[in-house]
Protein backbone atom coordinates (compact mmCIF):
# COMPACT_ATOMS: atom_id res chain seq x y z
CA UNK A 1 0.00 0.00 0.00
CA UNK A 2 2.75 2.74 0.78
CA UNK A 3 4.36 1.51 -2.64
CA UNK A 4 1.44 2.23 -4.64
CA UNK A 5 0.66 5.95 -2.41
CA UNK A 6 4.63 6.55 -4.01
CA UNK A 7 3.35 6.31 -7.10
CA UNK A 8 5.20 2.53 -7.92
CA UNK A 9 2.62 0.70 -9.14
CA UNK A 10 1.77 -3.08 -8.82
CA UNK A 11 3.07 -3.71 -12.22
CA UNK A 12 6.30 -1.21 -11.79
CA UNK A 13 7.37 -3.87 -9.30
CA UNK A 14 7.10 -6.83 -10.99
CA UNK A 15 9.03 -4.97 -14.01
CA UNK A 16 12.27 -3.80 -11.52
CA UNK A 17 12.26 -7.50 -10.12
CA UNK A 18 12.87 -8.51 -13.52
CA UNK A 19 15.07 -6.48 -14.99
CA UNK A 20 17.47 -7.57 -11.84
CA UNK A 21 19.87 -10.21 -12.97
CA UNK A 22 20.86 -12.47 -9.73
CA UNK A 23 23.23 -15.40 -9.85
CA UNK A 24 24.16 -18.62 -7.01
CA UNK A 25 26.33 -20.95 -7.02
CA UNK A 26 26.54 -25.09 -5.93
CA UNK A 27 29.26 -27.41 -5.36
CA UNK A 28 28.97 -31.09 -3.98
CA UNK A 29 31.85 -33.73 -3.61
CA UNK A 30 31.41 -36.01 -6.69
CA UNK A 31 34.28 -38.76 -5.77
CA UNK A 32 33.32 -42.59 -5.92
CA UNK A 33 33.31 -44.87 -3.09
CA UNK A 34 36.31 -47.07 -2.95
CA UNK A 35 35.26 -50.34 -4.89
CA UNK A 36 33.47 -48.35 -7.34
CA UNK A 37 34.46 -48.32 -11.24
CA UNK A 38 36.33 -45.43 -12.44
CA UNK A 39 36.58 -45.07 -16.19
CA UNK A 40 39.22 -47.82 -16.57
CA UNK A 41 39.84 -49.36 -12.97
CA UNK A 42 37.91 -50.12 -9.44
CA UNK A 43 38.23 -46.86 -7.31
CA UNK A 44 41.46 -47.66 -4.84
CA UNK A 45 41.74 -44.44 -3.16
CA UNK A 46 40.80 -40.45 -3.31
CA UNK A 47 44.22 -38.67 -4.31
CA UNK A 48 42.27 -35.18 -4.47
CA UNK A 49 38.23 -34.62 -4.13
CA UNK A 50 36.07 -34.65 -7.47
CA UNK A 51 33.96 -32.19 -7.45
CA UNK A 52 30.18 -31.46 -9.13
CA UNK A 53 29.74 -27.61 -9.54
CA UNK A 54 27.21 -25.60 -10.79
CA UNK A 55 25.62 -22.05 -11.52
CA UNK A 56 22.16 -20.56 -11.79
CA UNK A 57 21.67 -17.82 -13.89
CA UNK A 58 18.24 -15.84 -12.72
CA UNK A 59 17.06 -13.46 -14.78
CA UNK A 60 13.89 -13.59 -16.81
CA UNK A 61 14.39 -17.08 -16.59
CA UNK A 62 16.48 -19.74 -14.57
CA UNK A 63 19.49 -21.18 -16.71
CA UNK A 64 21.77 -23.86 -14.75
CA UNK A 65 25.21 -24.78 -16.05
CA UNK A 66 26.71 -27.41 -14.30
CA UNK A 67 30.43 -29.67 -14.71
CA UNK A 68 31.66 -32.51 -13.34
CA UNK A 69 34.92 -33.96 -12.85
CA UNK A 70 33.98 -36.99 -14.69
CA UNK A 71 35.08 -39.03 -17.73
CA UNK A 72 31.51 -38.37 -19.22
CA UNK A 73 27.76 -38.06 -18.58
CA UNK A 74 25.94 -39.55 -21.73
CA UNK A 75 21.90 -40.17 -22.66
CA UNK A 76 19.48 -41.08 -19.92
CA UNK A 77 22.17 -40.25 -17.07
CA UNK A 78 22.05 -36.91 -19.12
CA UNK A 79 18.61 -36.28 -18.88
CA UNK A 80 18.47 -37.80 -15.39
CA UNK A 81 20.55 -34.84 -14.01
CA UNK A 82 18.88 -31.91 -15.93
CA UNK A 83 15.46 -33.27 -14.99
CA UNK A 84 16.53 -33.56 -11.06
CA UNK A 85 18.29 -30.34 -10.99
CA UNK A 86 15.44 -28.20 -12.94
CA UNK A 87 12.89 -29.55 -10.72
CA UNK A 88 15.24 -28.83 -7.88
CA UNK A 89 15.20 -24.95 -8.93
CA UNK A 90 11.73 -24.39 -10.82
CA UNK A 91 12.98 -24.63 -14.20
CA UNK A 92 12.42 -26.69 -17.67
CA UNK A 93 15.23 -29.21 -17.80
CA UNK A 94 16.08 -27.58 -21.08
CA UNK A 95 17.56 -24.69 -19.26
CA UNK A 96 19.88 -26.99 -17.36
CA UNK A 97 22.75 -28.02 -19.18
CA UNK A 98 25.89 -30.78 -17.94
CA UNK A 99 29.36 -31.22 -18.62
CA UNK A 100 31.98 -33.37 -17.72
CA UNK A 101 35.43 -32.17 -17.57
CA UNK A 102 36.63 -35.88 -18.87
CA UNK A 103 39.12 -36.25 -16.80
CA UNK A 104 40.30 -40.12 -16.38
CA UNK A 105 40.80 -41.71 -13.12
CA UNK A 106 37.15 -40.21 -12.95
CA UNK A 107 33.96 -42.13 -13.57
CA UNK A 108 32.08 -43.02 -16.50
CA UNK A 109 28.10 -42.17 -16.59
CA UNK A 110 25.79 -43.64 -18.78
CA UNK A 111 22.82 -45.68 -17.44
CA UNK A 112 21.55 -46.55 -21.15
CA UNK A 113 24.70 -49.01 -21.52
CA UNK A 114 24.14 -50.43 -18.27
CA UNK A 115 20.81 -50.93 -19.43
CA UNK A 116 22.08 -52.68 -22.90
CA UNK A 117 24.46 -54.86 -20.21
CA UNK A 118 21.31 -55.40 -18.39
CA UNK A 119 19.30 -56.73 -21.08
CA UNK A 120 22.18 -59.44 -22.62
CA UNK A 121 22.73 -60.66 -19.27
CA UNK A 122 26.47 -59.34 -19.25
CA UNK A 123 27.62 -58.63 -15.64
CA UNK A 124 30.14 -55.94 -16.27
CA UNK A 125 31.10 -53.27 -13.20
CA UNK A 126 31.83 -50.19 -15.36
CA UNK A 127 28.82 -47.81 -13.97
CA UNK A 128 28.03 -47.52 -10.48
CA UNK A 129 24.33 -46.22 -10.79
CA UNK A 130 23.55 -46.18 -6.87
CA UNK A 131 26.45 -43.68 -6.81
CA UNK A 132 25.22 -41.90 -9.76
CA UNK A 133 21.82 -41.81 -8.84
CA UNK A 134 23.03 -40.40 -4.93
CA UNK A 135 25.20 -37.88 -6.77
CA UNK A 136 21.99 -36.81 -8.80
CA UNK A 137 20.22 -36.08 -5.69
CA UNK A 138 22.86 -34.38 -3.76
CA UNK A 139 23.78 -32.10 -6.63
CA UNK A 140 19.71 -31.42 -6.86
CA UNK A 141 19.52 -30.59 -2.94
CA UNK A 142 22.64 -28.19 -3.27
CA UNK A 143 21.23 -26.39 -6.40
CA UNK A 144 17.80 -25.49 -4.50
CA UNK A 145 19.46 -24.56 -1.25
CA UNK A 146 21.65 -21.94 -3.34
CA UNK A 147 18.30 -20.28 -4.41
CA UNK A 148 18.91 -18.90 -0.61
CA UNK A 149 22.02 -17.37 -1.45
CA UNK A 150 21.20 -15.41 -4.96
CA UNK A 151 23.70 -12.52 -5.20
CA UNK A 152 22.62 -9.37 -7.42
CA UNK A 153 25.22 -9.83 -10.35
CA UNK A 154 25.13 -5.63 -11.95
CA UNK A 155 28.31 -6.52 -14.54
CA UNK A 156 29.67 -9.23 -16.47
CA UNK A 157 33.48 -9.18 -17.28
CA UNK A 158 34.96 -10.84 -20.17
CA UNK A 159 38.78 -11.69 -20.73
CA UNK A 160 41.52 -14.32 -22.62
CA UNK A 161 44.60 -14.77 -22.56
CA UNK A 162 47.09 -17.41 -24.17
CA UNK A 163 47.64 -20.89 -22.19
CA UNK A 164 51.27 -21.66 -23.13
CA UNK A 165 52.80 -25.31 -23.71
CA UNK A 166 49.98 -27.42 -23.16
CA UNK A 167 47.49 -28.06 -25.91
CA UNK A 168 48.88 -29.71 -28.79
CA UNK A 169 47.09 -31.40 -32.03
CA UNK A 170 46.84 -35.29 -31.10
CA UNK A 171 46.46 -36.17 -34.85
CA UNK A 172 49.60 -35.30 -36.65
CA UNK A 173 49.76 -36.36 -40.74
CA UNK A 174 52.33 -38.48 -43.08
CA UNK A 175 52.95 -36.95 -46.19
CA UNK A 176 50.03 -38.74 -47.68
CA UNK A 177 47.15 -36.89 -46.14
CA UNK A 178 46.72 -39.64 -43.74
CA UNK A 179 47.42 -39.89 -40.04
CA UNK A 180 50.93 -41.13 -39.25
CA UNK A 181 50.62 -40.28 -35.22
CA UNK A 182 48.61 -39.87 -32.64
CA UNK A 183 50.20 -37.89 -30.08
CA UNK A 184 48.61 -38.81 -26.61
CA UNK A 185 48.28 -36.51 -23.64
CA UNK A 186 51.11 -38.37 -22.43
CA UNK A 187 53.49 -39.45 -25.26
CA UNK A 188 57.12 -41.15 -24.41
CA UNK A 189 58.02 -41.37 -28.29
CA UNK A 190 60.63 -37.68 -28.23
CA UNK A 191 60.03 -37.72 -32.12
CA UNK A 192 56.42 -37.98 -31.75
CA UNK A 193 56.42 -35.13 -29.27
CA UNK A 194 59.01 -32.99 -31.57
CA UNK A 195 56.14 -33.06 -34.10
CA UNK A 196 54.51 -29.14 -34.48
CA UNK A 197 52.03 -28.03 -32.39
CA UNK A 198 49.72 -28.51 -34.83
CA UNK A 199 45.84 -26.76 -35.10
CA UNK A 200 45.18 -26.00 -31.47
CA UNK A 201 43.16 -23.07 -29.74
CA UNK A 202 45.06 -21.64 -26.91
CA UNK A 203 43.49 -19.01 -25.62
CA UNK A 204 41.72 -19.48 -22.08
CA UNK A 205 38.52 -17.50 -21.87
CA UNK A 206 37.21 -16.26 -19.07
CA UNK A 207 33.45 -15.15 -18.05
CA UNK A 208 32.64 -13.36 -14.54
CA UNK A 209 29.74 -11.97 -12.87
CA UNK A 210 30.07 -8.92 -10.49
CA UNK A 211 27.97 -6.62 -8.39
CA UNK A 212 30.01 -3.80 -8.11
CA UNK A 213 33.33 -4.08 -7.68
CA UNK A 214 32.87 -7.75 -6.01
CA UNK A 215 33.18 -11.02 -8.30
CA UNK A 216 30.55 -13.23 -7.60
CA UNK A 217 31.66 -16.30 -9.88
CA UNK A 218 33.54 -16.75 -13.05
CA UNK A 219 33.43 -19.49 -15.71
CA UNK A 220 36.77 -20.20 -17.97
CA UNK A 221 36.79 -22.57 -20.98
CA UNK A 222 39.75 -24.09 -22.42
CA UNK A 223 40.30 -27.33 -24.72
CA UNK A 224 42.28 -29.86 -24.11
CA UNK A 225 42.28 -33.19 -22.68
CA UNK A 226 43.34 -33.27 -19.08
CA UNK A 227 45.26 -36.10 -18.45
CA UNK A 228 48.81 -35.64 -17.69
CA UNK A 229 48.79 -39.82 -16.49
CA UNK A 230 46.16 -41.94 -14.97
CA UNK A 231 45.17 -45.77 -14.22
CA UNK A 232 46.80 -45.20 -10.73
CA UNK A 233 42.98 -46.36 -9.44
CA UNK A 234 43.57 -42.80 -7.23
CA UNK A 235 40.30 -40.42 -8.44
CA UNK A 236 41.25 -36.87 -8.97
CA UNK A 237 40.70 -34.10 -11.02
CA UNK A 238 44.14 -33.69 -12.90
CA UNK A 239 45.48 -30.46 -13.79
CA UNK A 240 42.60 -28.71 -15.11
CA UNK A 241 41.10 -29.24 -12.20
CA UNK A 242 43.76 -28.64 -9.50
CA UNK A 243 44.21 -25.46 -11.79
CA UNK A 244 40.39 -24.48 -11.28
CA UNK A 245 40.89 -25.22 -7.64
CA UNK A 246 43.91 -23.53 -7.23
CA UNK A 247 42.46 -20.18 -8.84
CA UNK A 248 39.62 -20.30 -6.75
CA UNK A 249 41.77 -20.46 -3.73
CA UNK A 250 44.08 -17.68 -4.50
CA UNK A 251 40.75 -15.26 -5.86
CA UNK A 252 38.34 -16.28 -3.32
CA UNK A 253 35.96 -16.67 -6.08
CA UNK A 254 33.60 -19.41 -6.94
CA UNK A 255 35.26 -20.97 -10.38
CA UNK A 256 33.14 -23.14 -12.51
CA UNK A 257 35.63 -24.86 -15.49
CA UNK A 258 34.64 -25.96 -18.57
CA UNK A 259 36.38 -28.24 -21.05
CA UNK A 260 36.10 -26.85 -24.74
CA UNK A 261 36.47 -28.82 -28.18
CA UNK A 262 39.81 -30.52 -26.88
CA UNK A 263 38.90 -33.96 -28.80
CA UNK A 264 42.12 -34.13 -30.99
CA UNK A 265 44.13 -31.78 -28.99
CA UNK A 266 46.35 -32.96 -25.40
CA UNK A 267 49.29 -32.11 -24.28
CA UNK A 268 51.44 -34.93 -25.61
CA UNK A 269 53.78 -32.57 -26.71
CA UNK A 270 54.58 -31.45 -23.58
CA UNK A 271 54.13 -34.11 -21.31
CA UNK A 272 56.05 -37.97 -21.31
CA UNK A 273 53.95 -38.98 -18.73
CA UNK A 274 56.25 -38.34 -15.89
CA UNK A 275 54.46 -37.74 -12.90
CA UNK A 276 55.99 -34.49 -11.71
CA UNK A 277 54.62 -33.18 -14.85
CA UNK A 278 51.54 -32.90 -13.71
CA UNK A 279 52.66 -29.93 -11.17
CA UNK A 280 54.11 -28.37 -14.48
CA UNK A 281 50.73 -28.86 -16.33
CA UNK A 282 48.47 -27.22 -13.51
CA UNK A 283 50.79 -24.23 -12.91
CA UNK A 284 50.83 -23.32 -16.91
CA UNK A 285 47.02 -23.45 -16.91
CA UNK A 286 46.66 -21.51 -13.79
CA UNK A 287 48.83 -18.66 -15.23
CA UNK A 288 46.64 -18.75 -17.86
CA UNK A 289 43.05 -18.37 -16.41
CA UNK A 290 44.79 -15.68 -13.91
CA UNK A 291 46.07 -13.69 -17.38
CA UNK A 292 42.47 -14.14 -18.25
CA UNK A 293 41.32 -12.94 -15.08
CA UNK A 294 44.10 -9.86 -15.23
CA UNK A 295 42.35 -9.01 -18.74
CA UNK A 296 38.90 -8.75 -17.87
CA UNK A 297 36.78 -5.69 -19.42
CA UNK A 298 33.05 -5.52 -17.28
CA UNK A 299 29.91 -4.26 -18.81
CA UNK A 300 26.78 -3.57 -16.95
CA UNK A 301 23.87 -6.52 -17.15
CA UNK A 302 20.24 -6.88 -16.96
CA UNK A 303 18.37 -9.92 -16.45
CA UNK A 304 17.03 -9.85 -20.46
CA UNK A 305 20.21 -9.16 -21.64
CA UNK A 306 20.78 -13.39 -20.60
CA UNK A 307 18.93 -15.46 -22.75
CA UNK A 308 19.50 -19.60 -23.54
CA UNK A 309 18.47 -20.62 -27.57
CA UNK A 310 19.00 -24.12 -28.80
CA UNK A 311 18.64 -26.12 -31.87
CA UNK A 312 18.13 -30.15 -31.43
CA UNK A 313 20.14 -32.47 -33.87
CA UNK A 314 20.30 -35.92 -34.97
CA UNK A 315 23.71 -36.30 -35.48
CA UNK A 316 24.02 -38.78 -38.55
CA UNK A 317 25.42 -42.32 -37.53
CA UNK A 318 28.62 -44.21 -37.94
CA UNK A 319 28.56 -46.34 -41.01
CA UNK A 320 30.13 -49.28 -38.96
CA UNK A 321 27.10 -49.15 -36.67
CA UNK A 322 24.72 -52.57 -37.45
CA UNK A 323 21.91 -53.55 -35.14
CA UNK A 324 22.30 -57.37 -36.22
CA UNK A 325 26.32 -57.47 -35.82
CA UNK A 326 25.98 -55.32 -32.43
CA UNK A 327 22.88 -58.13 -31.35
CA UNK A 328 25.20 -61.10 -32.04
CA UNK A 329 28.11 -59.73 -30.21
CA UNK A 330 26.10 -59.47 -27.31
CA UNK A 331 24.81 -62.67 -27.03
CA UNK A 332 28.25 -63.82 -27.59
CA UNK A 333 29.09 -64.42 -24.72
CA UNK A 334 32.91 -65.65 -25.52
CA UNK A 335 33.63 -62.52 -26.65
CA UNK A 336 35.65 -60.14 -24.48
CA UNK A 337 34.26 -57.02 -22.27
CA UNK A 338 36.03 -54.40 -24.39
CA UNK A 339 34.22 -55.65 -27.44
CA UNK A 340 30.78 -56.00 -25.67
CA UNK A 341 30.90 -52.49 -24.31
CA UNK A 342 31.63 -51.32 -27.94
CA UNK A 343 28.90 -53.32 -29.01
CA UNK A 344 26.36 -52.21 -26.43
CA UNK A 345 27.20 -48.40 -26.74
CA UNK A 346 26.77 -48.84 -30.42
CA UNK A 347 23.52 -50.19 -30.03
CA UNK A 348 22.39 -47.68 -27.54
CA UNK A 349 23.41 -44.97 -29.78
CA UNK A 350 21.44 -46.66 -32.59
CA UNK A 351 18.25 -47.38 -31.03
CA UNK A 352 18.51 -43.47 -29.51
CA UNK A 353 19.14 -42.56 -33.20
CA UNK A 354 15.62 -44.69 -34.15
CA UNK A 355 13.82 -43.26 -31.55
CA UNK A 356 14.44 -39.79 -32.90
CA UNK A 357 16.37 -38.78 -29.42
CA UNK A 358 17.85 -36.26 -30.35
CA UNK A 359 20.92 -33.81 -28.79
CA UNK A 360 20.38 -30.17 -28.03
CA UNK A 361 22.94 -27.74 -28.98
CA UNK A 362 22.35 -24.94 -26.44
CA UNK A 363 23.54 -21.09 -27.09
CA UNK A 364 23.61 -19.08 -23.70
CA UNK A 365 23.67 -15.34 -24.33
CA UNK A 366 25.18 -12.99 -21.29
CA UNK A 367 25.50 -9.15 -23.22
CA UNK A 368 28.28 -9.75 -25.70
CA UNK A 369 29.28 -13.10 -24.69
CA UNK A 370 28.13 -16.22 -26.12
CA UNK A 371 28.65 -19.71 -25.15
CA UNK A 372 28.04 -22.83 -26.95
CA UNK A 373 26.98 -26.20 -25.09
CA UNK A 374 28.09 -28.63 -27.27
CA UNK A 375 27.80 -32.51 -27.04
CA UNK A 376 30.78 -35.42 -27.08
CA UNK A 377 34.82 -35.33 -27.88
CA UNK A 378 34.57 -32.59 -30.42
CA UNK A 379 37.11 -31.52 -32.27
CA UNK A 380 38.97 -28.11 -32.12
CA UNK A 381 37.86 -26.74 -35.09
CA UNK A 382 34.91 -26.61 -34.39
CA UNK A 383 35.43 -24.11 -31.87
CA UNK A 384 37.58 -21.89 -34.07
CA UNK A 385 34.87 -21.98 -37.03
CA UNK A 386 32.33 -20.70 -34.40
CA UNK A 387 34.78 -17.76 -33.38
CA UNK A 388 35.16 -16.53 -36.76
CA UNK A 389 31.37 -16.68 -37.22
CA UNK A 390 31.02 -14.12 -35.29
CA UNK A 391 34.30 -11.83 -34.49
CA UNK A 392 32.38 -9.25 -32.79
CA UNK A 393 31.34 -11.39 -29.97
CA UNK A 394 32.79 -13.31 -27.33
CA UNK A 395 32.23 -16.67 -28.56
CA UNK A 396 33.13 -19.03 -25.86
CA UNK A 397 32.43 -23.47 -26.56
CA UNK A 398 32.15 -25.78 -23.54
CA UNK A 399 32.34 -29.61 -24.97
CA UNK A 400 32.06 -33.49 -23.17
CA UNK A 401 28.25 -32.60 -23.05
CA UNK A 402 25.86 -35.50 -23.70
CA UNK A 403 29.34 -37.92 -24.01
CA UNK A 404 26.70 -40.91 -26.26
CA UNK A 405 28.26 -39.71 -29.44
CA UNK A 406 32.09 -40.54 -28.84
CA UNK A 407 34.21 -38.50 -30.49
CA UNK A 408 33.12 -36.11 -33.26
CA UNK A 409 35.60 -34.67 -35.65
CA UNK A 410 35.60 -33.02 -38.95
CA UNK A 411 34.17 -34.39 -42.26
CA UNK A 412 37.67 -34.91 -44.00
CA UNK A 413 39.34 -35.93 -40.47
CA UNK A 414 36.85 -39.81 -41.01
CA UNK A 415 38.87 -40.21 -44.67
CA UNK A 416 42.54 -39.41 -42.11
CA UNK A 417 42.83 -42.53 -40.26
CA UNK A 418 43.79 -42.33 -36.39
CA UNK A 419 42.45 -43.30 -33.38
CA UNK A 420 39.28 -40.44 -32.90
CA UNK A 421 37.50 -41.44 -36.37
CA UNK A 422 38.12 -45.33 -35.28
CA UNK A 423 35.07 -47.08 -34.88
CA UNK A 424 36.09 -47.89 -30.90
CA UNK A 425 36.12 -43.97 -30.55
CA UNK A 426 33.60 -42.29 -32.74
CA UNK A 427 29.48 -43.45 -33.12
CA UNK A 428 28.80 -40.47 -35.85
CA UNK A 429 30.35 -40.15 -39.39
CA UNK A 430 31.85 -37.22 -40.88
CA UNK A 431 28.54 -35.98 -42.25
CA UNK A 432 28.07 -34.83 -38.47
CA UNK A 433 29.96 -31.42 -39.39
CA UNK A 434 27.25 -30.39 -41.78
CA UNK A 435 24.36 -30.89 -39.06
CA UNK A 436 26.31 -29.49 -36.24
CA UNK A 437 28.12 -26.08 -38.15
CA UNK A 438 24.49 -25.76 -39.46
CA UNK A 439 23.40 -25.70 -35.62
CA UNK A 440 25.97 -23.55 -34.50
CA UNK A 441 25.55 -20.73 -37.25
CA UNK A 442 22.09 -20.53 -36.82
CA UNK A 443 22.67 -19.61 -32.98
CA UNK A 444 25.33 -17.48 -33.45
CA UNK A 445 23.68 -15.56 -36.18
CA UNK A 446 20.40 -15.29 -34.46
CA UNK A 447 20.54 -12.16 -32.33
CA UNK A 448 16.48 -12.05 -31.06
CA UNK A 449 17.89 -14.10 -27.81
CA UNK A 450 19.88 -10.90 -26.71
Given at each position: ????????T??AI????A??FKV????I?ASPP????L?YDPT?G???P???RG?I?Q??????????D?LG???D????????I????GTD??N??VHAIH?H?A???D???Q?VFD???L??D?F?LKF?A??Q?????A??Q??????T?T??G?????????????????P???V??????A????????Q?I??????????????????V???T???????S??RT??A??????M??????E??????I???????????????D?A?????????R??????RAW????????K???V??A?V?????L?P??????A???L???S????T????????A?????EA??AI???C????????????????????L??????P???V?M??Y???AP?Y??????Y????Y?T?R??S?V?????Q?L????S?????????
Amino acid sequence: MLLLTLGITATAITELQAETFKVATFEIDASPPIGSPLAYDPTKGIQMPLSFRGIILQGQQTYVLCTVDWLGVSSDSQKAFKEAIAEAVGTDPKNVVVHAIHQHDAPRCDATTQAVFDEFDLDYDMFDLKFIAEVQKRAAAAAKQSLKNLQTVTHIGTGQAEIEKVASNRRILGPDGKVKYVRYTATKDPVVRDQPIGTIDPMCKSISFWNGEQPVAVMTYYATHPQSYYRTGLANPDFPGMARNAREESTGTFHIHFNGAGGNIGAGKWNDGAKENRAVLTKRVEEGMKRAWDETKRKPIKADDVALASVDVLLPLSPYIQKEEAISELKNKSLDRLTHFRAARELAWLRRHEAGDAISIECLTIGDARILHMPGELFVEYQLAAQKLRPDLFVAMAAYGDYAPGYIGTEVSYGEGGYETSRTASRVSGRSEQVLMGAISKLLKDDSAK
